[in-house]
């Protein structure tokens, strides 16, 4: 019986069910670079150059582990748009008796794998578990049925108990708390230094294919020139091991923080990796909390990083399964205003949005409080259309796979999903940009000010969102304080908030 294996961009991993039973005399590994994934949303080009660097090298070592891989160049003779494309050219060109998928990380992709079970010229297509996550699709779905709420904080403690991390022997948590996140909201100082990151050298043949990427795919917004993501397992362990000895000390208190000039700050950078298959979240959990027991990292950082991947990652990865394709339709807020030209690089005289589009152009990156409350807080009083604000961060970032960008965007960012993702939309004015760092200092804008010609844009957006949805979120009572300080300013200040505001949303592109 002769099997293809098709694996994915994102798949790069041999502990995938799909190799269970690989018959290296029979069987092959298929891989492509295909012009529709890489254009269905205008991928930044250093994601497209680190997936197909990173398809390059694991193709490699399969070959190296004996597997034979057809592996198709994004300049191949060969005519093929789609991944579809390839797979049925290989079905004619060599008899396979079935071809075996794992279960992607797109809804949009997964139907049509669905469909080739009955479309392809092929026996059988077999879908098979990716288990690349610490808990299987169907824990999140036996714990989320019959609940009348979703939390992550729930469904975290939950992934605690069941794997043992940070856990006394008693079942309590170690330290006695669940969660220390009051603890990591400090903004940075400049003290203790911040940690270097690995850089990681280019091979003549990833130089070569940078080139064309950018001859292909220059169009696309975002630069090469800075490229240093990790795009073999080994760089990605390597990137792990810096972030554990130098900067997961720092990453609990500053997890918050923005500072200027300073894009990555104590974080890991470790998502396109988690994200690619080049490391393992359950293991980077281990070695984290393996830290705190030696004594190299406190426990706020240590329970803060794994809170991260071993309950926000892998809660949004069932979130995602569990509600689409209904969820990235929503659209709670009814928000329908276009995207800012500034996300797309427009000039712009706001310099915290300046300052996160910059580093994304650059890197591919911004971290966590940049994307949802510079980026996301930003769209979500504007109003922007969450489609187009999906769309966008789906295409910018290196680590954005649909599973994990639309929970977060759509649900914890835009509010779009009318509360499953939290209980209260993340909406700020810009006090709380300027509390987490030094942006504002380097502003034209005036943060103390809410109506004039030069006040932060952030200030009357806020109080205008939270008017124009009083019928959503009085009640809350997480923001009933909100209201009252609305309702306690005189109307005159009231009704130049909302002047402003107006001016603000119909002006946008000339901030
Ligand atoms: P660190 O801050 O060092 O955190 C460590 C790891 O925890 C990350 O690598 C990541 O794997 C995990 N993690 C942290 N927060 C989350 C979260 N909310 N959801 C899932 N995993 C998390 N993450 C992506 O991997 N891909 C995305 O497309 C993506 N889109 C996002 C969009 C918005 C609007 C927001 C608010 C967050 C998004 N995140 C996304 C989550 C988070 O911002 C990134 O994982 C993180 O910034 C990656 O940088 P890091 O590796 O330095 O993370
Ligand atoms: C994102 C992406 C890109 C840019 N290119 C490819 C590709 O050429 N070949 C491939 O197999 N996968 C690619 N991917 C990743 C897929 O789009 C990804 O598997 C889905 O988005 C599901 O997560
Ligand atoms: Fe951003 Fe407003 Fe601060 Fe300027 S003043 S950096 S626009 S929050």
Not at 128 to 155: N, Q
Not at 394 to 400: E, R, S, W
Not at 452 to 466: G, I, K, M
Request: net charge negative; proline share 4%.
């Amino acid at each position: 019986m002769a099997s293809l294996v098709v694996l994915l961009g994102d798949q790069l991993s041999n502990r995938l069910p799909a190799f269970d039973d690989f018959e290296p005399d029979t069987d092959r590994v298929l891989m492509a670079e295909v012009e529709q994934e890489a254009r269905y949303v205008p991928h930044h080009p250093q994601k497209i150059l680190l997936i197909f660097a990173a398809m390059r090298a694991f193709a490699a070592r399969l070959e190296q582990q004996g597997k034979s891989v057809i592996y198709r160049k994004i300049d191949s003779a060969v005519e093929a748009d789609s991944l579809e494309d390839v797979v049925r050219h290989e079905l004619a060109r060599k008899h396979y008796d079935r071809v075996i998928l794992t279960h992607c990380g797109e809804h949009r992709l997964h139907r049509t794998m669905r469909r080739w079970q009955s479309e392809l010229p092929v026996e059988d297509v077999e879908i098979r578990a990716d288990t690349r996550f610490i808990a299987p699709l169907s824990f999140f779905k036996t714990w989320s049925e019959g609940r009348k709420a979703w939390r992550m904080e729930y469904f975290y403690r939950e992934m605690r108990k069941r794997t043992g991390l940070l856990m006394n022997s008693d079942g309590s948590p170690t330290g006695g708390q669940w969660n220390f996140d009051a603890d990591n909201r400090r903004a940075y100082d400049g003290k203790p230094p911040l940690p270097e990151h690995p850089r990681f050298e280019m091979s003549e043949a990833t130089r070569t294919l940078a080139r064309q990427i950018d001859a292909r795919f220059g169009d696309h917004f975002g630069a090469l020139d800075d490229f240093n993501w990790p795009t073999t397992h080994d760089e990605a362990e390597r990137l792990l091991e810096t972030f554990i000895d130098d900067a997961l000390p720092g990453f609990g208190d500053f997890q918050d923080a923005l500072t200027d000039g300073q894009p990555f700050l104590f974080h890991a950078l470790i998502s396109s990796s988690l994200n690619l298959g080049l490391l393992d979240p359950l293991d980077v959990c281990q070695r984290a909390e393996r830290a705190y027991k030696e004594g190299a990292a406190p426990l706020n950082a240590v329970e803060g990083f794994i809170r991260q991947i071993l309950g926000w990652r892998e809660y949004v990865r069932g979130l995602y399964w569990q509600l689409m394709p209904d969820y990235a339709e929503r659209n709670h807020l009814n928000a329908r205003k276009a995207l800012p030209w500034s996300y797309w690089g427009g000039h712009t005289d706001m310099h915290c949005i300046r300052e996160v589009v910059g580093g994304i152009e650059r890197y591919g990156y911004a971290h966590h409080i940049q994307r949802l409350m510079v980026t996301g807080n930003f769209a979500l009083l504007l109003g922007v259309n969450p489609r187009e604000v999906c769309e966008w961060y789906l295409a910018v970032f290196v680590d954005a796979f649909e599973w994990v960008e639309l929970p977060n965007t759509l649900g914890m960012a835009l509010h779009a999903d009318g509360g499953v993702m939290g209980s209260k939309p993340y909406a700020a004015s810009g006090r709380y940009i300027d509390r987490q760092g030094d942006y504002c200092a380097h502003c034209t804008y005036n943060v103390k000010t809410t109506s004039e010609d030069d006040s932060c844009p952030f200030n009357s957006l806020y109080w205008a969102f939270l008017d124009r949805n009083r019928d959503r979120f009085e009640g809350n009572h997480r923001m009933k304080m909100m209201y009252r300080n609305w309702d306690r300013q005189n109307e005159g200040k009231r009704k130049a908030t909302l002047a402003r505001a107006r001016w603000v949303r119909d002006n946008v592109d000339t901030l």
